[in-house]
């Protein structure tokens, strides 16, 4: 039995099956209305989202890119008339295609593509993520596309859905699968695949969040706000994790080496965030960008359907008398409605349109029936007495009265009730789809209130409870001995001390330049060090690598990051950073309270004097204040100074502080002669300092001054207060206290210049921060 021939659905005892144009398509068929109108708007909007670069068209040996592919290149050959077939069949999804010629020679080049689209299980399932998917998934795969659904379960949770329940978005991911497959879908011979993010993601932990971190530190915080519009958001009222959205959705594209994104037109944006990640990252080939037309909610205004609002859309469940109602109520225009200037109006993301292609009618009636109803290349449309073969016919006659908006409006609905009955038969049939949409009305009645609920990964098999944690410094491919000095002054006199490398935070932090490599050669030569210039002290200290802690349970360290980031608001986990700044401060921030509850120390030392870390002491203090955990002891810390001259930093040298790379025999006295020293000056003398951590506290305790008889012989000095007494009336004269720090600076560099030789890892280590030294001073010139 057909139920509607002229959408080409077939019955089967359970769900419906859309065939795609009809058994064979034409020889050479002529480009449809929907892939003209997908290509006229490629052309202005490319100008507008930072177009690929041409490439050249010269053929060379390539290795196989771990990124998805497409093509910038000329197809090589015309295209056959049945490749051409598949390219209008698949141009004719999108409102537009970012670009059609990549499209091209992509089906040129590779017999099967992958296409990707990621629903997020948020409750019912509205028309067009139903049937008009379903429509444009079996254009997809029947030109030789396999579709990769992303089951979105974690961006749901971000967005707060089912009250920020898994379990429960779980369940309505479930119910989205048994939408589609009695919608039409065809699911034959592993065509479609549906893949849930939160199992993949887990699985795949150590490649998916190296690339969403890279992503992240590429971008700046205004360009993620804007692809905020993907999840209906203003931009001033974003949850911290909600910037997290479009760097996840991007990094998907890439993990799911997608060759097209088939997407709405409100992800727009995010698509193009993955295009031009490729440009930043100098990836060559680029994912095909294929928007489908977003359908305009029933009632007059609505750019777009609205879950929240039941009548704003016809949903795949609706009874038949569902179906009457919304539809002869709905907004049906003969002409435009008058533009009122919104003088309050906000220039912000989450208002814009959803459309591409101008429409000043914006008939919601029209709308269905052109995209949903004409969705198949072999449809008709019957309204009142006459059967239309193209929507064309049907707008002319409507918006010329010749076709009344009764008529019309019947006519749609019966096309929309033969479309729906094989939906309805199959969830009053099948037990478990009857059970699953059950669950979901019931979830969607509730109204529960957001279940935050705590989640932490357990440690114990890393670090011991009770720890006293301390945060090794962002990575620079040139350590200074500050940053040794000041480590041992937040290590010693602690009970269980653990020392903790956040190398995956200086990944997106883009420290090193991201390069893994540098970032690992930075903490090994810093750790060594610290063995090297206090062995006692580091024989109790526990090291503990970001990465491999959270590797151990990435599931649970990613969901506490996440809602670290729906407990702030964003402008209060970016604070000290401008809009213009990387976003990847955001997501760090983000990470070290994750790191701080995932390790549940007794202690979190921080340098005092440093804005940012007071900063983010206070974010973690907040943060403790509201979860289930004993909170730390913030304890700021005040380190020895011992930088060789004032300054601010901008205008330091290669002179004005020690780095463990410097050549004891070169930097150890050449440093210290140029050293600030200021006879009587104690509030700033760098050779005290110096003296003071790495003679008194590191050393044998005690200064050791050489000189003369006649200027007053050889002295010891044992505490710093008495080397400044003496200092400030003249007694000890900067030449001899130089002096004696001298040949301390040149026994500390001898030290570690040894330690290195005689150890092949970190010699290793050395000689890769001083390669990348060199490597970005090329860069420089």
Not at 351 to 366: R, W
Not at 485 to 514: M, R, Y
């Amino acid at each position: 039995m057909v139920l509607h021939p002229s959408l080409g659905i077939s019955a089967t005892p359970s769900f419906s099956v859309f065939t795609v144009g009809g058994a064979k398509p034409p020889a050479a068929p002529p480009a449809s209305a929907k892939a003209a109108k997908a290509a006229n708007v490629e052309t202005s909007a490319a100008k507008k989202a930072n177009a690929a670069p041409k490439q050249s068209t010269k053929k060379k040996a390539e290795k196989k890119p771990a990124a998805p592919k497409d093509s910038a290149k000329a197809a090589p050959v015309p295209m056959s008339p049945e490749l051409r077939a598949k390219y209008e069949t698949i141009l004719s999804v999108g409102e537009e295609c970012q670009s059609p010629a990549e499209l091209e020679a992509l089906l040129q080049k590779k017999d099967t593509f992958n296409a990707y689209d990621g629903f997020e299980p948020s409750g019912r399932m509205h028309i067009a993520q139903g049937v008009f998917k379903a429509v444009n998934v079996n254009k997809i795969t029947s030109s030789n596309g396999v579709f990769i659904f992303w089951v979105a379960d974690w961006f749901a949770l971000m967005n707060d859905k089912m009250g920020g329940d898994l379990d429960k978005i779980k369940v309505v991911g479930e119910y989205l699968k048994q939408v589609w497959a009695a919608s039409g879908m065809n699911m034959d011979d592993n065509k479609v695949i549906f893949k849930w993010a939160s199992d993949e993601i887990t699985n795949n932990a150590a490649t998916y969040w190296p690339k969403m971190l890279d992503i992240a530190s590429r971008f700046n915080i205004t360009r993620i706000k804007k692809c905020c519009q993907i999840m209906g958001r203003l931009e001033g009222n974003l949850s911290a994790a909600q910037v997290l959205y479009p760097l996840m959705q991007c990094t998907d594209v890439f993990f799911l080496k997608a060759d097209v994104c088939q997407l709405g037109v409100d992800q727009r944006k995010v698509n193009m965030l993955a295009r031009d990640y490729c440009d930043a990252a100098k990836i060559k080939f680029k994912p095909v960008i294929l928007s489908h037309h977003m359908l305009y909610g029933l009632k007059a205004g609505q750019e777009k359907m609205s879950k929240s609002d039941p009548d704003s859309a016809i949903f795949m469940e609706d009874t038949k008398e569902d179906v009457h109602r919304k539809i002869m109520n709905a907004y049906c225009p003969l002409k435009p409605a008058e533009k009122k200037e919104d003088k309050g109006a906000v220039d912000d993301a989450g208002k814009e349109s959803m459309n591409l292609v101008g429409d000043d009618l914006k008939n919601p009636c029209l709308d269905y029936i052109e995209n949903i109803i004409f969705g198949s290349n072999s449809a008709t449309f019957k309204a009142g007495s006459k059967t239309y073969a193209t929507f064309e016919e049907v707008k002319a006659d409507f918006l010329s009265e010749t076709l009344k908006e009764n008529d019309l409006k019947q006519g749609l609905i019966e096309a929309l009730n033969l479309l729906l009955e094989p939906v309805r038969q199959h969830f009053t049939n099948n037990a478990v789809a009857k059970d699953l949409l059950a669950k979901v009305q019931q979830y969607k009645k509730e109204k529960a209130p957001l279940d935050r609920k705590f989640r932490r990964m357990d440690p114990s098999a890393i670090v011991p409870p009770n720890s006293d944690l301390v945060f090794c410094p962002t990575p620079s491919n040139n350590p200074s001995l500050q940053v040794a000095v000041n480590l041992l002054s937040q290590l010693q006199g602690k009970a269980s001390p653990v020392l903790f490398l956040a190398d995956w935070s200086a990944k997106v932090l883009s420290a090193c330049g991201g390069e893994a490599k540098v970032v690992d050669a930075y903490f090994a030569v810093v750790v060594n060090t610290l063995k090297a210039l206090a062995p006692d002290t580091m024989a109790s200290v526990k090291v503990v690598k970001q990465s491999d802690l959270i590797l151990t349970d990435p599931s649970n360290y990613w969901i506490s990051v996440i809602n670290v980031g729906r407990f702030f608001n964003l402008n209060v986990l970016q604070e000290g950073y401008e809009d213009a700044d990387a976003v990847g401060n955001v997501i760090a921030r983000m990470m070290r309270v994750a790191d701080c509850i995932s390790l549940n120390s007794k202690t979190i030392s921080f340098m005092a004097q440093d804005k940012m870390s007071e900063i983010e002491a206070s974010i973690i203090k907040k943060y403790f204040d509201e979860i289930p955990l004993d909170a730390p002891d913030l304890s700021p810390c005040t380190g020895t100074n011992v930088a060789l001259s004032q300054n601010d930093g901008v205008h330091a040298t290669e002179n004005s502080e020690y780095f463990l790379l410097d050549d004891p025999k070169v930097h150890g006295k050449l440093k210290l002669k140029k050293s600030f020293c200021e006879p009587g000056n104690v509030e700033f003398c760098p050779p005290i300092s110096i003296a003071s951590f790495f003679a008194l506290q590191l050393g044998e305790k005690k200064l050791e001054i050489k000189r003369s008889p006649e200027n007053g012989g050889d002295v010891d000095y044992t505490s710093e207060a008495t080397i400044k007494e003496e200092f400030l009336s003249g007694k000890l004269h900067p030449g001899d206290l130089k002096a004696a720090v001298t040949a301390i600076m040149v026994d500390v560099l001898t030290k570690l210049t040894a330690g290195a030789k005689g150890d092949a890892a970190w010699k290793k280590s050395a000689a890769a921060l001083k390669a990348d030294i060199k490597k970005q001073a090329k860069k420089k010139k």
